[in-house]
Each structure stands twice: as structure tokens, then as C-alpha cells.
T-cell receptor, first 111, second 112 residues
Framework: QKEVEQNSGPLSVPEGAIASLNCTYSDRVSQSFFWYRQYSGKSPELIMSIYSNGDKEDGRFTAQLNKASQYVSLLIRDSQPSDSATYLCAVQPSNTGKLIFGQGTTLQVKP | SQTIHQWPATLVQPVGSPLSLECTVEGTSNPNLYWYRQAAGRGLQLLFYSVGIGQISSEVPQNLSASRPQDRQFILSSKKLLLSDSGFYLC???????????FGSGTQLSVL
């Protein structure tokens, strides 16, 4: 089992719709969770971090964490073509200095 | 403010040649430093991370090595490159465990 798993996609949504991106992780006591966006040929940029169960909202983005289910998700409201990118989930396993990334989900927002 | 510098942006090297990629961080002290590799169409693979000078953790056995000669300098090296070493190499830093990770601009390495 991979430490962090994401569906590679592509996930295709129409402009203005809600995009839902999902991520599961294997280390039950993982402490920190992050979502990054990566455009082709560029380095990843941080969108959101979440540390506690529940929802965290920042503008059009909402991160959701469920530690019991070992599940973290990212919702993008009012999706725009400029949101088309690969979204990477990252998890901090317990008692380590490393940050593990999933394979990423490619999102396509169609005008 | 903190900044991370990574160079070069692109590099083409023949098989069997050596490699040295350098990364430096400004505006912070004792950062946690990371090297990741991203093969074409793939996710980010953690190669090495360091929580202090001279402290290197290796995640994937391979012909690469890393060193941290100074607090804010992280170097990725190879004595002899393989075709499979091609990829997008990313240096990253953060202030400590559980903190946000910030990436450099990356080096696109092509081994021919």
C-alpha cells in the first residue's frame, strides 16, 4: 500500500462547478496535511494546510480532514480554467522529518 | 522574507558524467531541507532530507548522494549519471516538522 494515494485522473469539470479532489493515507497517526498545485513544468505551490479534523476554508478552496477514515480532500468552488493543473496531496507521517506526496490528480476545467 | 535558490534551471548531461545540483536558502536558520525528484508524468519522490548540518536521511537507494556543508546549503550529487536519473529535481525547505514546505524553481535534468 502506498503511503499517500490519489486518483491520477484526469478529473474534468465545467467552468463554475465544484471540483472534488481526494487523498487517502496509510499512517494512522499522521499529523499534518497539505495540498499543492503544480502547473506543467513548474514547481508545486502550496494551496492549503490542515492539521485538525473538519473543514478549513480559504477563498474558493476548502480542505477536509477525517483522521478516523485516513482521508483528506480538497474542494474547489466556482472552478476556473486557470485552476487546470495537477493537485498534489502531501502527508507528514508521525515522528519523522519527511513529507510524502501522492501521485497527484490532474484537474481539467473546461470553459 | 525567506527565499530559496536552485540552479541551474535546465541541464543536459551524458550518461556516466557527474552531477552537482546546489540549493541555498536565505532568510532563515536551521531549516529542514529536502530533495525531491519528479519523473515525467509522475509524482514527487522524496530522495533526501536533512534536519541539520551533516544530518542526511536517504529515502531511496540509488547512485545519488546529498550533502549539507552549511546550514542553508544542500547539494545533490552523483558520480556517474544513469538514463533513469532524468527528471525534474526540486529542492524544498521548511522551518521544522509539520510546517509548510516551500519549493525552489527546480532543475530539469536530461541524461542522454
Amino acid at each position: 500500500q502506498k503511503e499517500v494515494e490519489q486518483n491520477s485522473g484526469p478529473l474534468s469539470v465545467p467552468e463554475g462547478a465544484i471540483a472534488s479532489l481526494n487523498c487517502t493515507y496509510s499512517d494512522r497517526v499522521s499529523q499534518s496535511f497539505f495540498w499543492y498545485r503544480q502547473y506543467s513544468g513548474k514547481s508545486p505551490e502550496l494551496i492549503m494546510s490542515i492539521y485538525s479534523n473538519g473543514d478549513k476554508e480559504d477563498g474558493r478552496f476548502t480542505a477536509q480532514l477525517n483522521k478516523a477514515s485516513q482521508y483528506v480532500s480538497l474542494l474547489i468552488r466556482d472552478s476556473q480554467p486557470s485552476d487546470s493543473a495537477t493537485y498534489l496531496c502531501a502527508v507528514q507521517p508521525s515522528n519523522t522529518g519527511k513529507l510524502i506526496f501522492g501521485q497527484g490528480t490532474t484537474l481539467q476545467v473546461k470553459p | 522574507s525567506q527565499t530559496i535558490h536552485q540552479w541551474p534551471a535546465t541541464l543536459v548531461q551524458p550518461v556516466g558524467s557527474p552531477l552537482s545540483l546546489e540549493c541555498t536558502v536565505e532568510g532563515t536558520s536551521n531549516p529542514n531541507l529536502y530533495w525531491y525528484r519528479q519523473a515525467a508524468g509522475r509524482g514527487l519522490q522524496l530522495l533526501f532530507y536533512s534536519v541539520g548540518i551533516g544530518q542526511i536521511s536517504s529515502e531511496v537507494p540509488q547512485n545519488l548522494s546529498a550533502s549539507r556543508p552549511q546550514d542553508r546549503q544542500f547539494i545533490l550529487s552523483s558520480k556517474k549519471l544513469l538514463l533513469s536519473d532524468s527528471g525534474f529535481y526540486l529542492c524544498a525547505w521548511r522551518g521544522g516538522p509539520n510546517e509548510k514546505l516551500f519549493f525552489g524553481s527546480g532543475t530539469q535534468l536530461s541524461v542522454l
